[in-house]
Every structure is written in structure tokens, then in C-alpha cells.
């Protein structure tokens, strides 16, 4: 079975651009997760939808990030505008359900803000 | 708020026994899991305890006592592709997983 997918795997950008991630989950897994992982630091939680609505989204900087799951499939997350602390691995990850106990995470991107 | 302590860092000789601790504080908690993250991959599921008790798989063998708020992770014949960081993670009653901050393991010849 394939694995979650993200792209892009690496992106560059200068402090108040903006920036847009993707996340196809594993088929068939109706709960999807955003991450952001800081050098060092655990993975921590961005967002988390069931089918395509918002379970957990507290720990969202909503002034400038935001994401949708049109479709209850695909994700996609965007930071607009950037700022250097943004910098971070940013990882997708999927469960069957909304339990969770076992997430299967993408590559990730690397997001490094200049 | 959760909190989760964990030691950063733990070395080990390959083919011995290592334990890792985690121990944890938080409301409406619902169980332990462990993830494995080598350098530059993905965080990878090992297992997860929500009762108390050891739960064992291959080498690997993880432990919960939720009266003390506390949990290990055991692997045993330690092999080099070991090295890597060990999170342990709380699930609560809102379905987020918080994890800590891992615990680089360096396995030596």
C-alpha cells in the first residue's frame, strides 16, 4: 500500500513570502494531521481533520497559517506571510480513524524562511 | 497543560539491552504511544499502550503504569540501525497526540 505523500520535500523562501504544502494520505485513512517538527524539538500539532472538518486546530497560528481538506482526501497547508521562526520540518501524517493510536507520517517538507 | 519528560540522550552497546523513560503529566489521558525517527526520515509508529501492562513486539517492548504516570520503551539485541530518537507520545481525550522531545539513541559497536 502506498505511504503518505507530501511535496515539495524541500522549500527556500525569504521572510513574508508565502509558502503552500501538500499532503495525499494513505487510501481509505479518514483522519489527516499537519505537524511542524523544529530541529531537536518533538513533532508538534498544527491541525487535525476528520473526513474534511477541523477537529484540533488550537495549537494553529491562524493569523497566517491556514489549511483545508477539500474533499475529505488531499491537504494542503499555507503560511502566508513567513517568518524566519517558521523555519521547520512539516510533516503529514494519517490514521484509519479519529483514535489515532497509530499515524503513518510523510517525508515531509523542510521549510527553511531567509 | 501536558507536559512529558524524557532523557535526550542514551548510548548503548550493540547487542545489549536499553530502556527509555517517559514520564508524563497531563489531563483526560488516554494511552502511550512510541515513535522511532531516523535523521532526516519520517517518525515511524512502534507501538501504543492505553492499559496498563507490557505490550511486546519483536524486540521492542513497551510498558505503562498509569497510576504512575509514567511508561518505558525497552529494546532488547540492540543492532546499530537502532541509533536513532524515541518519542513517546500522549494521547487525551481530544485525539492530539503531544509528544515529547525525544531521546537520541547512539548504538556502538
Known amino acids: 500500500e502506498a505511504g503518505v505523500a507530501q511535496s515539495p520535500r524541500y522549500k527556500i523562501i525569504e521572510k513574508r513570502q508565502s509558502v503552500a504544502f501538500w499532503c495525499n494520505p494513505i487510501?481509505?485513512?479518514?483522519?489527516l494531521y499537519w505537524y511542524q517538527q523544529i530541529l531537536g524539538q518533538g513533532p508538534k500539532l498544527l491541525i487535525q481533520?476528520?473526513?474534511?472538518?477541523?477537529?484540533?486546530d488550537s495549537q494553529l497560528p491562524k493569523d497566517r497559517f491556514s489549511a483545508e481538506r477539500l474533499k475529505g482526501v488531499d491537504s494542503t497547508l499555507k503560511i502566508q506571510p513567513a517568518k524566519l521562526e517558521d523555519s521547520a520540518v512539516y510533516l503529514c501524517?494519517?490514521?484509519?480513524?479519529?483514535?489515532?493510536?497509530?499515524?503513518?507520517f510523510g517525508p515531509g517538507t523542510r521549510l527553511t524562511v531567509l | 497543560g501536558q507536559s512529558l519528560e524524557q532523557p535526550s540522550e542514551v548510548t548503548a552497546v550493540e547487542g545489549a539491552i536499553v530502556q527509555i523513560n517517559c514520564t508524563y503529566q497531563?489531563?483526560?489521558?488516554?494511552?502511550l504511544s512510541w515513535y522511532q525517527q531516523h535523521d532526516g526520515g519520517a517518525p515511524t509508529f512502534l507501538s501504543y499502550?492505553?492499559?496498563?501492562g507490557l505490550e511486546e513486539t519483536g524486540r521492542f517492548s513497551s510498558f505503562l503504569s498509569r497510576s504512575d504516570s509514567y511508561g518505558y520503551l525497552l529494546l532488547q539485541e540492540l543492532q546499530m540501525k537502532d541509533s536513532a530518537s524515541y518519542f513517546c507520545?500522549?494521547?487525551?481525550?481530544?485525539?492530539?497526540?503531544?509528544f515529547g522531545k525525544g531521546t537520541s539513541l547512539l548504538v556502538t559497536p
Open positions: 499502550n492505553g492499559l496498563d
Open positions: 507520545a500522549v494521547r487525551n481525550s481530544g485525539y492530539a497526540l503531544n
Open positions: 497531563t489531563s483526560g489521558f488516554y494511552g
Open positions: 487510501s481509505g485513512h479518514a483522519t
Open positions: 481533520f476528520q473526513n474534511n472538518g477541523v477537529v484540533d
Open positions: 501524517a494519517s490514521s484509519l480513524d479519529r483514535s489515532g493510536n497509530e499515524q503513518f
